[in-house]
């Protein structure tokens, strides 16, 4: 199984809202990752998760939180967010995060439009 | 520092022609290289890779060999389908940091008609 499940598929949120994106692995993938990605763009790196620990968080602002509560399950809590962050945020996963052969494996991602 | 160039596209075939889509890149040491699809409305997929020099990565009929010479990863099709339509990202795991240091190209949108 390379499955990588997110969930919402969709969200909208207002600026003053909170909420969480979440995403599970059962492949028994040590590193995490979660990306944000807009329209006709690559995915950008946020945060990777290495053994349950952040291990690189590429300066994004705090309105973002991550949180890895264990091995297989990884979220993203979401606050005072702006309309800019209106993106598709995906989660990936990969067996290790220090070997460079090891591939990621993404998630369907989540749609989020910010109001 | 370490890049992937890729041809932008769009790129528009016909059913059954050959497809190429080409992917060079800048890096220090050895790279693993990769090829992603993104199919409309959803995330990645892996579709292939390829770790060392001369390695050949293959997966649905898609190939790419690994041209440490050339610093080429170009991958090719012999006969694209309607279902192929999809955004194909090249992207290369840094060797001198981690797999935090994927690193893509622009995208290639292609679409491919009946």
């Known amino acids: 199984d390379t499955e990588v499940t997110q969930t919402p598929k969709h969200l909208v949120m207002g600026m003053t809202n909170k909420k969480s994106l979440k995403c599970e692995q059962h492949m028994g993938h040590r590193a995490m990752y979660w990306y944000k990605q807009k329209a006709k763009k690559p995915p950008e790196l946020m945060f990777v998760?290495?053994?349950?620990?952040?291990?690189i968080n590429e300066s994004v602002p705090s309105r973002f939180s991550p949180e890895c509560p264990n091995s297989s399950l990884l979220n993203l809590h979401l606050h005072a967010l702006q309309p800019e962050d209106s993106a598709l945020y995906l989660c990936?996963?990969?067996?290790?995060?220090?070997?460079?052969?090891?591939?990621?494996?993404f998630g369907p991602g989540t749609r989020l439009t910010v109001t | 520092g370490n890049s992937v160039t890729q041809m932008e596209g769009p790129v528009t075939l016909s059913e059954e022609a050959f497809l190429t889509i080409n992917c060079t890149y800048t890096?220090?040491?050895?790279?693993?290289l990769f090829w992603y699809v993104q199919y409309p409305g959803e995330g990645l997929q892996l579709l292939l890779k390829?770790?060392?020099?001369?390695d050949k990565g293959s997966n649905k009929g898609f190939e790419a060999t690994y041209r440490k010479e050339t610093t080429s990863f170009h991958l090719e099709k012999g006969s694209v389908q309607v279902s192929d339509s999809a955004v194909y990202f090249c992207?290369?795991?840094?060797?001198?940091?981690?797999?935090?240091?994927?690193?893509f190209g622009k995208g290639t949108k292609l679409s491919v008609k009946p």
């Open positions: 992207a290369l795991s840094d060797p001198g940091g981690s797999q935090g240091n994927l690193i």
């Open positions: 990936a996963s990969s067996q290790d995060l220090w070997r460079v052969t090891y591939e990621q494996y």
């Open positions: 890096a220090t040491g050895y790279p693993s």
């Open positions: 390829a770790t060392k020099a001369d």
């Open positions: 998760y290495s053994y349950e620990k952040l291990s």
